[in-house]
């Protein structure tokens, strides 16, 4: 059963064959996103045709890995500086403004120079979008499938050459660059298989004497607007679930990391992707993103980031615009301010591990990431003793050469981050870091802070920093973490460290969050095992990754024929 009830094209992507993968090492992923040295890895073998299975990090304690991996970053700087045109319908644009993507470990190295779409070029990509939609839409689901399967072939091939594009453009470590592009691929292989799936969808019931079918077609033209902080794995994952679907789609990635998903849109286009279907502009969020938000030919957004703009794209969504015969559809995943719950019989050790590592990964810049650890007062000094230590031994600097932690995204983020830290040292005691680390380079590298003694309700116990910032709050039990954990407007994910059995059901139960992790840490969600999407303001719960997806880019039509 096709996904679109009309007649169905050729092929119009010859070269998009199917490619099986004869062996592929694999493990269960590591969940580490700090690590700099991963698990050892088993053979097995895999078919696009087999169940979906995540994709492997690299063992860099393995020295040909390594050794790959300062390959793939010599190849890259190599082509640091290049400009990228903006892509509609196939055709590239150059115009006079431009963005240039800046390496935030050394801001004077500029990644590449990019086109700056504005509100002149809103209607050439929607035309172009809309135009590619009319035979998009009805080529077949197994065509577009094989267009994600041969996209995860080619990416998989060059892993490490997209990986560093991420070092030198977000500055992530090895280990946080290998999760983001793995998890590119896990959205390829995943929302291939899952649109297949819906290709088969049947009626629960068949009426005597009709032929009752229910196909998913899909929407028409979407806005994907990603973030900076994982700038391959959820702008892809946003755009390819658009097309897989069947729909068309604008893409205005973030202005601090337009280059990667050059880099994708080149990989689509190299894979067969017809013109039209990705048009590719990066832009400011104020023109160029809210013209396309508002116009009347947008069927839906594809929203990931704060939860301002989340709020300001949901409010213009909803305003129906001259000439718009639709409810626009709005997928949005927001912030967070995510707590860790450390009971009095935790495994302290385990705890305080689960909880650096979330904190600090990635220098804080998850939506995922711990921001509040709150800690039994029975265990409460004991835990504090162990993370300061534990915190004390990250490396800061140049992730090139793999540090733990990298820079923060840009100057005004560093500013930021500095003023929470500020506020901080006002409302609660620096256990450690509280500085711009200045010995690490010219980047935007801040000291891994922790505050203790952190009061509840207050700004930093409330408010999502986004940085290598964590706020440590005693609780009187077990009630008292659960009420502090949940009051918040955010509801992304949460993670809870106790033995007890009663407890876990508990937090099960109560803890009102989207993604909730028992004796683990809270970021780290694997595709197909942990569908990712928050309740209240983090969002709308698109839960990314999960069998419920698609359906969020396609609509239900239900089709009844009497059998003459």
């Known amino acids: 059963m096709g996904f679109f009830l009309g007649p169905l094209q ?8 199917l490619i099986k993968v004869l062996a592929q090492s694999s493990t269960r992923r590591k969940d580490s996103p700090m690590a700099t040295l991963e698990a050892p ?26 050794r790959r991996m300062r390959a793939a970053i010599a190849k890259v700087r190599g082509q640091l500086g290049r400009e990228y045109d903006l892509i509609i319908g196939g055709k590239h644009v150059k115009t006079g403004d431009k963005i240039k993507s800046l390496n935030p470990s050394q801001p004077s190295q500029i990644v590449g120079i990019h086109q700056k779409a504005g509100k002149e070029h809103v209607e050439p990509a929607m035309k172009a979008a809309v135009e590619a939609f009319q035979s998009w839409s009805r080529t077949t689901v197994e065509e577009r499938a094989s267009l994600l399967f041969r996209a995860a072939d080619l990416m998989r091939q060059r892993k490490m050459e997209y ?70 794995a959820i702008m892809a994952g946003m755009t390819l679930a658009s097309i897989v679907s069947g729909n068309t789609v604008i893409l205005k990635p973030s202005s601090d990391s ?126 504090l003793e162990q993370l300061k ?29 500095l003023g929470y830290i500020e506020q901080g040292k006002k409302d609660g005691r620096l256990l450690t870091g509280g500085e711009r680390a200045t010995d690490a380079g010219e980047g935007y590298f801040i000291q ?5 003694d952190i009061p509840p309700k207050s700004k930093l116990e409330q408010e999502e920093i986004f940085g290598p910032v964590l706020a440590v709050i005693k609780a009187r039990g077990f009630d008292h973490a659960l009420e502090i954990a949940n009051d918040t407007e955010f509801g992304l994910t949460g993670a809870v460290y106790t ?22 840490k809270c970021t780290g969600a694997m595709v197909g095992a942990h569908p990712f999407g928050g309740f209240n303001m983090s969002g709308t719960d698109s839960k990314s990754g999960g069998p419920d997806y698609l359906y969020l880019f396609t609509q239900a039509k239900s089709v009844g024929e009497k059998l003459l």
């Open 163 to 232: 990986m560093a594009w991420l070092v030198f453009e977000v500055s992530k470590n090895w280990a946080e660059a290998d999760a983001d592009i793995s998890e590119t691929i896990d959205f390829c292989e995943f929302y291939a298989r899952e649109a297949l799936r819906f290709a088969k969808a049947q009626t629960p019931v068949q009426l005597p004497g009709e032929r009752d079918t229910l196909t998913y077609i899909p929407l028409g033209v979407g806005a994907v607007i990603p973030p900076w902080n994982f700038p391959c």
């Open 499 to 520: 033995k007890s059995r009663d407890k876990i059901d508990r937090a099960i139960q109560e803890f009102h969050v989207g993604n909730l992790y028992i004796n683990r």
């Open 41 to 66: 890895v088993r053979p097995r073998t895999t078919t696009h045709q087999g169940p979906f299975v995540t994709e492997p990090f690299f063992d860099f304690r393995n020295e040909e890995n390594a």
């Open 258 to 383: 337009p280059t990667i998903a050059a880099k994708f849109v080149e990989l689509l286009e190299e894979c067969g992707i017809p013109e039209g279907v990705v048009n590719f502009c990066p832009g400011a969020g104020a023109s160029f993103g809210d013209a396309v938000v508002a116009h009347p030919k947008t069927r839906y957004i594809a929203f990931t980031g704060s939860r301002e703009v989340g709020l300001h794209i949901n409010q213009v969504a909803a305003t129906q615009a001259p000439g718009q015969i639709w409810i626009k559809r709005t997928i949005l995943e927001m912030g967070g301010k995510d707590a860790i719950i450390v009971d009095a019989d935790a495994d302290i050790d385990s705890a305080v591990e689960g909880v650096a590592q979330a904190a600090f990964g990635f220098q804080g810049q998850k939506c995922s990431a711990c921001s509040r650890a709150i800690v039994d007062e029975r265990v409460y000094d004991k835990f």
């Open 389 to 417: 230590a534990r915190v004390e031994k990250i490396q800061i600097g140049d992730v090139t050469e793999n540090a733990a932690m990298g820079a923060v995204i840009n100057e005004g983020s560093m500013k930021t981050i």
């Open 10 to 17: 050729p092929c119009i992507f010859k070269r998009c064959k």
């Open 448 to 452: 891994p802070t922790v505050f203790a």
